[in-house]
């Protein structure tokens, strides 16, 4: 890829997201938001998240032989109970990883 090019493109996708942002502070105190669109708008993080986790989960290849190659689908079983017992972001989080890093380099010989 061309330095150009690369650099070109990198401008013009940092002007339109500082655009995007700008606009919406210029305009914040200007508009009304209701009460509803409020409600609506906290139940944007909820819906992002899965749209984050599921492809990493459902669309990568595997590579663990005893799972079939699903073992991102077992930690996030795993993981879903971890964080169902302990109610804790943190735990989860460190569970979820050290438990993925343990079946995918330590367990995957089995």
Same mark, same amino acid.
């Given at each position: 890829m061309d330095a150009s090019y690369?650099?070109? $493109? &990198? $401008?013009?996708l940092a002007l339109g997201t500082f655009s995007i942002r700008?606009?919406? &502070? +210029? &305009? @914040?105190?200007? $508009?009304q938001i209701s009460d509803r669109a409020k409600e609506l708008f906290s139940y944007i993080p909820a819906a992002i998240l /899965? +749209?984050? $986790? +599921? /492809? +990493?989960?459902?669309?990568?290849q595997g590579q663990v032989n005893w799972l079939q190659g699903k073992e991102r689908l077992f930690v996030l079983i795993l993981t879903v109970? !971890? @964080?169902?017992k302990t109610r804790s972001? !943190? !735990?989860?989080? &460190?569970?979820?990883l050290v438990a993925l890093y343990a079946i995918v380099h330590l367990g995957g010989g089995l």
């Open positions: 690369f650099w070109t $493109i &990198i $401008i013009f700008i606009s919406v &502070i +210029a &305009i @914040s105190g200007r $508009i /899965p +749209a984050f $986790i +599921a /492809p +990493a989960v459902f669309f990568h109970l !971890v @964080s169902l972001t !943190v !735990v989860t989080i &460190i569970f979820g």
